[in-house]
C-alpha cells in the first residue's frame, strides 16, 4: 500500500512526464536495450505501438496509486500475456529499475530520493502482481 505522500509523489511526476510521454517513452526503450539487448528480439522493429501501451500502463498505475487492488486482475492478465511475448522474472527488476532511471533523467533537477521511493514501492508491488499472473513467485 503506497502512504499519500507517495501516491502524491507519482501522480505529481506523471504530470511531469506527460508533457513529454512520446520522448519519456522512447527514451525508456533506448535505454532499455542498450541496458539489456537480449530483450530487444522480444520486441517488434516498429515500436509505435509499444510506446502508445507503456504510457497507457503507467496512466494506469497513476489513477491507480490509491488502490492498486482495483487494477489487480489487469495486472495479472498483463503478467500471464508477458509470459507468451517471451518476458522472464528476471526482466522485470530491470524494466522497474530502467524506467525509474529514465524518469530521473527526465525530471532532472525535480527528480529526488522521494520520487525515487513512490515509484520503487509502486512498480515493486506492480511487477510482483504481473509475475503471480504469469505463475512466478516475485522475490
Known sequence: MLS???????????ERLA???VAATDAFYVKLF?????????FSEDMFEQCEKLWQSIVMI????????????AL????????DYGAE???YAIVTDVLIETMSTLMR?????????????????VCETMLEGAGHRAH
Open 62 to 73: 497513476v489513477e491507480s496509486a490509491d488502490n492498486l487492488d482495483q487494477i489487480r486482475l
Open 109 to 125: 533537477d525535480e527528480w529526488s530520493a522521494d520520487y525515487r521511493a513512490a515509484w520503487t514501492a509502486a512498480l515493486g508491488a
Open 34 to 42: 542498450q541496458t539489456a539487448p537480449a530483450v530487444r528480439p522480444l
Open 19 to 21: 508533457a513529454s510521454n
Open 4 to 14: 499519500d505522500v507517495q501516491i502524491d509523489l507519482i501522480r505529481r511526476s506523471a
Open 89 to 91: 522474472p528476471g526482466h
Open 76 to 83: 495479472m492478465a498483463l503478467g500471464k500475456r508477458h509470459v
